[in-house]
């Protein structure tokens, strides 16, 4: 079974761009999260979508940030325009249907701003 | 105050030592903790969950919770140098909705 994929796994770019982040989680399970690690920093929670609908937006730090995931499958991450301080590894997750399972993380998308 | 507490360390133990991990929460009605091993540049992975006071043993990994003091830890028995890694506390409200600590580095030395 293939786990959580995420792409690109590395991504460089100049402060103003965009980038966009994207997760494919584990076949059939209706819970996906994105989280953020910046150097230095604990893991930190960023959104929860169940199915194609956001639970819980709470940790998005501003409007330069856009998640989506139509259609329940897929997500992405977009960030615009892009600025310094969200330079970090911004990991997907994803779970099954009932709370308290564990989640299973991608490998983390690195994006450094310059 | 932060979430979930951990001490960032780094702990350094000797090889076969017993390495104990500590982690503090704050939101009283967290009902599901998780330990996560996270080597550099790779994802965390789920190395134990608990969900009720006492103690839990898996292998060379014990996990202890004591709601009542709104503590967790990790205790790794006969460390081993590919335990080297940084362990991370993980705290959920049974809403699938995790917090993560910042994480305590260990380090054991053949």
């Known amino acids: 079974e293939a786990g959580v994929t995420q792409f690109p796994s590395h991504s460089v770019i100049e402060k103003g761009q965009t980038v966009t982040l994207r997760c494919d989680p584990i076949?059939?399970?209706?819970?996906l999260y994105w989280y953020r690690r910046v150097m230095g920093k604990e893991i930190k929670f960023l959104l929860h979508?169940?199915?194609?609908?956001?639970?819980?937006e709470s940790g998005m730090p501003n409007n330069r940030f856009l998640a989506e995931r139509t259609g329940g499958t897929y997500s992405t991450l977009k960030v615009q325009p892009a600025e310094l301080e969200d330079s970090g590894v911004y990991f997907c997750?994803?779970?099954?249907?009932?709370?308290?399972?564990?989640?299973?993380f991608g490998e983390g998308s690195w994006l450094t701003v310059v | 105050q932060k979430e979930v507490e951990q001490n960032s360390g780094p702990l350094s133990v000797p090889e076969g030592a017993i390495a104990s991990l500590n982690c503090t929460y704050s939101?009283?009605?967290?009902?599901?903790f998780f330990w996560y091993r996270q080597y550099s540049g790779k994802s965390p992975e789920l190395i134990m969950s608990?969900?009720?006071?006492g103690d839990k043993e898996d292998g060379r990994f014990t996990a202890q919770l004591n709601k009542a003091s709104q503590y967790v830890s990790l205790l790794i028995r006969d460390s081993q140098p590919s335990d080297s890694a940084t362990y991370l506390c993980?705290?959920?409200?049974?809403?699938?909705?995790?917090?993560f600590g910042a994480g305590t580095r260990l380090t054991v030395k053949p």
């Open positions: 997750a994803s779970s099954p249907t009932f709370s308290g399972n564990t989640i299973y």
């Open positions: 076949s059939g399970h209706d819970n």
């Open positions: 979508f169940v199915k194609e609908s956001k639970q819980d």
């Open positions: 939101d009283r009605v967290s009902q599901s």
């Open positions: 608990i969900y009720s006071n």
């Open positions: 993980a705290v959920s409200n049974g809403n699938n909705d995790m917090r």
